[in-house]
Nanobody, 129 residues
């Protein structure tokens, strides 16, 4: 079975950093794209970042550009989301997901949640002001 396990959320002050991790089992991360989404209270799910495999390209939402970076640890079959300069508006439940194909599904500058085949359980990030 394919499983994605997200971890690393927590409470942090504005300006601080957190690193989220998504451990994959049942398939190899380097062969697939991986995305991160978030959902704030009372809001819809927002695509944050995505990394394709070597031919798949990357995506970063304007709201986190310059602050969030996605990376892949092939040896540990894990994808990370490094979040720096956090602001209260980053408070949300963060989810990792994969479309199980090489490229990041982006349409009109939006990362498409409906194109993801596998989802991890969310991890809560709370940024205090």
């Amino acid at each position: 079975d394919v499983q994605l396990q997200a971890s690393g959320g927590g409470l942090v002050q504005a300006g601080g950093s957190l690193r989220l991790s998504c451990a994959a089992s049942g398939f190899t991360v380097r062969r697939s794209a991986f995305g991160w989404f978030r959902q704030a209270p009372g809001k819809g799910r927002e695509g944050v970042s995505c990394m394709g495999n070597s031919d798949g390209g990357t995506y970063t939402a304007d709201s986190v550009k310059g602050r969030f970076t996605v990376s892949v640890d092939n040896a540990k079959n894990t994808v990370h989301l490094q979040m720096n300069a956090l602001i209260p508006e980053d408070t949300a439940v963060y989810y990792c997901a994969s479309p199980a194909v090489a490229g990041c599904p982006v349409v009109h500058d939006d990362l498409i949640a409906a194109a993801m085949d596998y989802w991890g359980k969310g991890t809560l990030v709370t940024v205090s002001s």
